[in-house]
């Protein structure tokens, strides 16, 4: 159907559509940067803090919707070769395209007049998630065609959204370096087997290419070295994380690799859910190990273990320097 046809109601639909609020899941990662700095401050929950959680989440979904906006648009012609992304409204020819560009403006300057409420280093954060969406989508960077800056560049909204939650409870303290790029290394691991899920549901190379350049210089071979390759980076900055600030958390590790390793079963199943993170909650298994992890997660974090300091005192005395 034509966008000249559409009628007002169902105008106003596919205008909902495209800002994706069913992918408003994904700030879910933004708690763990709430519970964390909770857990580091040591101070009481206090009525601030709660609003500023609440105007952080209306904040961070607008940023985030209005990113969804301007991807839609430009993907277009892409989606199009996609066998389910073909279906888009946009791909579909019935947005409005001007009035598209006006809501992605409109919601990113909604979102950053929330976000002033809070903080102004939580506004500054909301504005870099904001233009890490343009670098993303929009030429002449339009990381996303470049092979494995695109996972790279995509992943970066989850140590931005851990920010997002630190600076909502903690606008005066600094997060640590480590755990900010653990959080990122675990984004890219997820989105790379994304893009190996994808690359491998489509079965044909040039399709593949046609659909997404990057995928003109990937392999499924290359995409799962990829995968391993940020598994280790991110695990070794949790463990420096760890060792550096709360030792009790190595008791989480098996139930983050339990985790990781069932995300990782699941990238090789037809249409997996891997491919839209949306719909990760159908899986029941990764859901409840999900669950079971950040329950152990959470309560270390608030948890002194003498015992573990002790045992992993060093055995064998330090060079001095």
């Not at 990662?29 to 519970?35: C, N, T």
């Not at 979102?111 to 506004?123: D, L, R, V």
């Not at 990760?280 to 298994?285: D, I, K, S």
């Not at 002790?310 to 001095?320: C, D, E, I």
Request: aromatic letters at 12%; one cysteine or more.
């Amino acid at each position: 159907m034509p966008e000249s046809h559409v009628s007002l109601l169902d105008r106003i639909r596919v205008h909902i559509a495209i800002a994706r609020p069913d992918h408003s899941i994904k700030n879910i990662f933004v708690l763990p940067g709430i519970v964390v700095a909770l857990s580091m401050t040591g101070g009481p929950f206090t009525g601030e803090m709660a609003r500023n959680i609440l105007l952080g989440f209306l904040a961070t979904t607008l940023i985030a919707c209005s990113n969804y906006v301007i991807n839609e648009v430009l993907d277009a012609p892409f989606d199009r070769l996609h066998p389910v992304k073909q279906l888009r409204p946009v791909a579909r020819g019935i947005v409005n395209i001007p009035l598209a560009y006006l809501q992605w403006i409109a919601m990113m300057v909604l979102g950053i007049a929330t976000s002033w409420q809070i903080s102004i280093q939580f506004t500054a954060v909301a504005a870099v998630l904001w233009i890490m969406g343009c670098i993303y989508n929009i030429r002449p960077f339009r990381t996303k065609d470049v092979a494995y800056l695109d996972v790279v560049t995509e992943s970066i909204n989850n140590p931005l959204r851990m920010l997002l939650g630190w600076y909502m409870v903690a606008p005066s303290l600094i997060p640590p370096v480590s755990l900010l790029c653990c959080y990122w290394m675990l984004g890219c691991y997820f989105m790379a087997l994304k893009r190996f899920s994808e690359f491998r549901e489509i079965g044909n190379a040039g399709v593949a290419g046609a659909y997404r350049n990057s995928f003109k210089r990937y392999t499924e071979r290359s995409l799962l070295e990829s995968v391993s390759f940020y598994a280790s980076f991110a695990m070794l900055l949790f463990g420096a994380f760890i060792t550096r600030y709360r030792l009790e958390l190595i008791l989480s590790f098996p139930f983050v690799a339990l985790m990781m390793t069932t995300y990782f079963d699941l990238a090789f199943k037809p249409n997996s859910s891997v491919q839209h993170p949306e719909k990760l909650y159908r899986e029941p298994v990764l859901m409840t190990e999900l669950i079971l992890t950040c329950a152990v997660i959470t309560s270390l974090l608030f948890i002194h273990i003498p015992l573990l300091a002790r045992m992993f005192t060093p055995t064998v005395p330090l060079a001095s320097h």
